[in-house]
C-alpha cells in the first residue's frame, strides 16, 4: 500500500513537474479541449495492466496513478461541458444584485462598419443556438468629456467574451458592443467637487455561449486621453486586448478566470501600479523599455517569461534601470496555473 501511494504521488509530482518545465521554455502548447475528452484511455490501460500484470509488485501504484489522472481528467472534461449542454458550446452564467445602474443601450440595425465578418458567425451561431425569445442586441454606450474631469475612474465587469480597448475618443468614453444572448448596461457619474468622474460598463445577468472558441460577445472601448485614470477590469472568461500606451494609468487592476489577456502599458505618469489576479489564464504585459519595472509575484504552478527581468527575492523581481529611471511601474501578480510574460518595447 505505501509503494502505492508512493508512486500515486510520485507519478503526479513528475508529470506535473515535466509539464510546467517544457511550459516555462516554451517547448510545449497543449490544447487541453482536444486532450481531455480522451481521459477513459487511462482507465483502460489502468484494466489493461490490471489483466496483464495481476499481482505484481508494483502494478497496483501504476495502476492507481491511471485511475487518479482518469478521475481527474474526467471531473476537469465534465466541469468544461458543464458550461454547455450542446457539445463544443461553453455557457457562463453569472448573477449581480446591483439593479440601480442606468441603461444606456441602443439597439443598433444598421451597423455593418468593419465587422462583417464576425455578423456571419454570429448569424450562423443564431441560426443554430437562437431560442424563441432571444435576439441580438448591437450596443452604443458614451458619455461627454467635460472640461473640469482631470481624474477618471473605468470599471468594466464583462463576464464572458472578447473585450479590447484602444485609441482615442473625444468623449470621456466610448463603447460599442454585440451579444446574441444578453445585453450591456453602463453608468457614468460626476463629481464637481474633485473633478472626477466614474464610467461602468458591465453584461446584464444572463447565460453566456461560446460556439467552438468564437466568442459572440464583444466590447470595443475609447478612452478619452487627457484624464489620470484608475481602471478595473474584470473578465470571467473569453480574450482580452487592452492597449493603455496613450492613456494616463494610475493603477490597473485586472481580475480574469479562464482568459487570454494581453495589455500593453505606457510612461505617461511617474509611477504606475498594476494589480492582476489571474485563475487558469494567459497573461501578457508590455512595458516599454524605458521605464523600469518591479514585479512581486505569488502563487504555485505559474509559468512565466519576464523579459529584462533579474530576480532578487523570493517572487521578486527588477529590471536594471529600476533605480535610475523616471517613471517606473510596479506589477503584483498572483495566480495559480497561468502564465505571465513580461514584454518590453
Not at 116 to 140: A, M, V
Not at 183 to 191: I, Y
Not at 288 to 302: F, H, I, K, T
Request: aromatic fraction near 8%; glycine fraction near 12%; charged fraction near 25%.
Amino acid at each position: 500500500m505505501k509503494n502505492s501511494r508512493g508512486i500515486v504521488w510520485g507519478g503526479l509530482l513528475v508529470i506535473l513537474g515535466v509539464i510546467w518545465l517544457l511550459r516555462s521554455m516554451n517547448l510545449l502548447n497543449i490544447d487541453w479541449d482536444l486532450v481531455l475528452p480522451y481521459w477513459p484511455v487511462l482507465l483502460i490501460l489502468a484494466g489493461a495492466i490490471l489483466m496483464a500484470a495481476g499481482r505484481e509488485r508494483g502494478s497496483g501504484g501504476i495502476v492507481a496513478l491511471l485511475i487518479t489522472l482518469a478521475v481527474f481528467g474526467g471531473v476537469v472534461n465534465k466541469t468544461h461541458q458543464a458550461f454547455d449542454n450542446h457539445g463544443d458550446n461553453w455557457h457562463f452564467g453569472w448573477d449581480d444584485d446591483d439593479d440601480d445602474h442606468e441603461y444606456g443601450y441602443h439597439h443598433d440595425d444598421d451597423d455593418n462598419d468593419d465587422d462583417d465578418g464576425d455578423d456571419e458567425k454570429d448569424s450562423d451561431y443564431q441560426k443554430e443556438h437562437w431560442k424563441e425569445g432571444d435576439h441580438p442586441i448591437n450596443g452604443s454606450y458614451n458619455h461627454e468629456m467635460e472640461d473640469f474631469i482631470q481624474k477618471a475612474n473605468f470599471n468594466l465587469e464583462g463576464g464572458a467574451g472578447s473585450f479590447s480597448l484602444n485609441g482615442n475618443t473625444a468623449k470621456l468614453f466610448e463603447a460599442a458592443t454585440t451579444s446574441t444572448i444578453v445585453g450591456f448596461k453602463s453608468n457614468t457619474s460626476v463629481n464637481k467637487l474633485d473633478n472626477s468622474a466614474s464610467v461602468t460598463l458591465k453584461m446584464e445577468d444572463g447565460n453566456v455561449k461560446i460556439k467552438n472558441g468564437e466568442v459572440s460577445n464583444q466590447a470595443k472601448i475609447q478612452l478619452n486621453e487627457k484624464p489620470i485614470w484608475n481602471v478595473d477590469l474584470g473578465i470571467g472568461a473569453g480574450k482580452g486586448d487592452f492597449d493603455f500606451s496613450n492613456y494616463k494609468v494610475e493603477k490597473l487592476k485586472v481580475s480574469t478566470g479562464v482568459a487570454d489577456m494581453d495589455i500593453r502599458v505606457g510612461d505617461k505618469l511617474p509611477v504606475a501600479i498594476i494589480e492582476i489576479e489571474a485563475g487558469v489564464a494567459s497573461v501578457t504585459l508590455e512595458i516599454p523599455e524605458s521605464v523600469g519595472c518591479e514585479m512581486r509575484m505569488d502563487g504555485a504552478l505559474n509559468a512565466k517569461n519576464i523579459e529584462g527581468l533579474s530576480k532578487i527575492g523570493d517572487g521578486h523581481y527588477r529590471s536594471s534601470n529600476f533605480d535610475t529611471a523616471t517613471k517606473k511601474v510596479i506589477v503584483h501578480y498572483e495566480g495559480g496555473l497561468t502564465s505571465i510574460n513580461i514584454k518590453r518595447y
